[in-house]
Each structure stands twice: as structure tokens, then as C-alpha cells.
């Protein structure tokens, strides 16, 4: 890997990022609190939350086995991947890599930080071409973009395809386990002990049942913590959110249970699609939905619209051609689902 200095924007290592009150006390023992421009009145939300969000990291590491400097949570995985831009891409200069097609906000991000976005097609069968990466890559590539198990195709990338891109690439890499929770395939988490470059991102918004608390967390080492700590809004994470958290985090056997009942559903789903008539193909999953390829994609999706039932429509995506993207939902709004495409006959 490069220097950490040379690839992070000139004007963020040089930064002096703003001081918060609840950064400079941060003792137990005061019980005036007079120094942030605070309501006294208690409505309870009267105070700022912790901007280092302890509490919920402390939780963290005892799950992960990682210490808390190794995480950065955010409103949404979102802000993560925004972040990565603000500190590393030099705006009109840089540029970042990621396979086509993948997660959309990697590209709406480039957009909106003025940043060049280079796309890899990926295989025909959804692998990744890891040398087709490294090779659009120059010297003022300063982050690939990796979403495994990825959106909208659903599949997991091989370890030794991500390795092969960690390993190689001299800048950052951010691998996007959004659906990880839902896949066989080993995390990346604790790689970030073997990989100086590694970010994982990991959110609140799937498997944990909660994308209404915007949650996202970043995994990294410390050194690249501290710059999304530098950068990022002082108070980002509400304390509504953090006391959501440790809520969800002491409930996370009950996640587990989801997961299985949700990989089970989709097994279910997938046997059924491939029973209707105008069924072409579904690609592998290891996410909570499933790409399904079906002649007319674009009618069915007009057709499920006027039944009440919402699926995402993925026809005009690269390599995409006439493919639905289906969330895998409760059994029973998936029989609604089943049912409604039953009755379907092309009009
Ligand atoms: N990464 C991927 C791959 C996603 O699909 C999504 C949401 N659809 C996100 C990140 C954003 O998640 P969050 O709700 O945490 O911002």
C-alpha cells in the first residue's frame, strides 16, 4: 500500500478538524453541564450524544473481538462510502474503481464529489474480473469499490477474486458486506488485521431488520478511523440511534433466526419462479433477494405495480437484460407475490 499520507487529499491531512464540546470533557465525574449551548430542560433529547459513539463501540468489539478504534459509524453505510471521497479523492483529479454493475451510489457519489468513476464490466456470469480492475487503475486511482455479495446480481464474490484486489491495489479498498449477514461466504471484518487498505462496510438497514435507524458501520484500521472521525459532522449518529443500537446489538440471536428463516423463504421463491412460463433464468444468491431473468421483465413489473406489489425493476442495468430484482419479504407477502405472477398472462 501507498503511504497513507499520499493518498489521503492534501487539505484533509493538513486539516484541524472541529472541537466539540463532548470532545474536550469527556470525564464521569462533572454533573453541570454548562458548556455546549444546551437546554437544561431534560425532554430527554436535550443533550448531544457522544460523537465517538462509545457505548455502541464498546458493544461492538466485544462482538467483533476488534478494538473500538477499528470502527466508524455513520448515518447509513451512505455516509461511509461519501466519506471515502471527502478524504481521499482529489475533486476533477482522482478517480475509483468498481465493477459494473454494482451498488449505485458508488457512481452518485463520484458524481457528486466531482470524482472520474471507472467501470469494470463484470463476467458473464456475474464473477469479478480482479485483473480487468487493477488494470484501469493509474496513479491517481485512489480507491476500488467491491460490493460482495453484490447489488443488484446478488452473488458473492470468491475470497481469492477480493484477495487478489486487496492484496495487489496499492490504494484503498472497500469491500460493501451491506448482505453479508445472508452469505456462506467468509467476511472480510477481521481482514483488516491482515490489509492496511481494507474498509468493510456493514449496515443496519438489511439482516439487522432496521434501514429506519440509518445506521451504517465502517471497519478499518485505526489510522484510517481517525480520518472519518476527522471529517465526518461532529454529532452524526443521534442518540436515538445509539440507543437503538445497543438494543439491536443485545438482540442479535434474533437476527440470526431472521436470516435463516429469510435464506429459506428464498429457496422457496426461486422454486417457484422457475415454474412460471415465462421464467428464463435466476442467477445465485447469497443476498435476501434474488435476480430473476423473465421475458417481458419490464410488462410484469408494470403488471406486479397494478396488483399492489412493488419489485425493482433492473431490465436497463448492464448485463441485465429483462431481469427483476425481488426482495425476499414474510411468507405471506411472498405468496402474494407467487400468486399475482401465476395469474399473469403477457397483458
Ligand atoms: N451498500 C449496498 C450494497 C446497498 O445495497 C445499500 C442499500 N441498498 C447500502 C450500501 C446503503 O445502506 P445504508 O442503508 O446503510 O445507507
Known amino acids: 500500500m501507498r503511504p497513507l499520507e499520499e493518498l489521503v487529499r492534501p487539505n484533509i491531512c493538513s486539516l484541524t478538524p472541529y472541537s466539540c464540546a463532548r470532545d474536550e470533557y469527556q470525564g464521569a465525574e462533572a454533573t453541570v453541564f454548562l458548556d455546549a449551548n444546551e437546554s437544561p430542560y431534560n425532554t430527554p433529547l436535550n443533550r448531544y450524544p457522544d460523537p465517538l459513539q462509545r457505548k455502541v463501540k464498546d458493544a461492538l468489539s466485544h462482538i467483533y473481538g476488534l478494538r473500538s478504534e477499528c470502527f466508524f459509524l455513520g448515518n447509513g453505510s451512505d455516509e461511509a462510502i461519501d466519506l471515502v471521497y471527502r478524504i481521499f479523492c482529489r475533486p476533477g483529479r482522482d478517480n475509483v474503481v468498481a465493477p459494473d454493475p454494482t451498488y449505485g451510489m458508488y457512481g452518485v457519489a463520484a458524481d457528486i464529489n466531482d470524482v472520474e468513476y471507472r467501470r469494470v464490466p463484470l463476467a458473464a456470469d456475474f464473477s469479478l474480473q480482479a485483473e480487468r480492475l487493477l488494470e484501469v487503475c493509474n496513479a491517481q486511482t485512489k480507491a476500488i469499490f467491491l460490493c460482495s455479495p453484490n447489488n443488484p446480481t446478488g452473488n458473492a464474490f470468491t475470497a481469492e477474486a477480493i484477495e487478489q484486489v ?4 496499492q490504494g484503498i479498498v472497500v469491500v460493501d458486506e451491506a448482505y453479508a449477514d445472508f452469505s456462506s461466504q467468509p467476511s472480510w471484518v477481521k481482514r483488516i488485521v491482515d490489509y492496511p487498505n481494507l474498509i468493510v462496510l456493514r449496515t443496519f438497514s438489511k439482516a439487522w431488520a432496521s434501514a429506519g435507524v440509518r445506521l451504517g458501520l ?26 437503538y443500537a445497543l438494543e439491536m446489538l443485545s438482540r442479535r440471536y434474533e437476527v440470526l433466526e431472521w436470516v435463516k428463516r429469510l435464506l429459506d423463504e428464498r429457496t422457496k421463491v426461486v422454486a417457484a419462479l422457475r415454474l412460471l412460463p415465462f421464467y428464463e433464468k435466476d442467477y445465485p444468491s447469497d443476498a ?14 408494470d403488471y406486479l405495480i397494478g396488483q399492489g406489489i412493488v419489485v425493482r425493476d433492473r431490465s436497463r442495468v448492464t448485463l441485465c437484460d429483462d431481469c427483476l430484482r425481488i426482495t425476499i419479504g414474510l411468507p405471506t407477502e411472498n405468496s402474494r407475490l407467487l400468486a399475482a405472477l401465476r395469474q399473469y398472462n403477457g397483458k
Request: glycine share 2%; hydrophobic share 50%.
Open 218 to 243: 465502517a471497519f478499518a484500521r485505526p489510522d484510517i478511523i481517525a480520518l472519518f472521525n476527522k471529517v465526518k459532522y461532529p454529532y452524526n449518529v443521534s442518540q436515538l440511534t445509539q440507543d
Open 288 to 301: 435476501n433477494f434474488v435476480l430473476v431473468k423473465l421475458q417481458g421483465a419490464r410488462r410484469i413489473y
Open 166 to 169: 486487496v492484496a495487489r491495489f
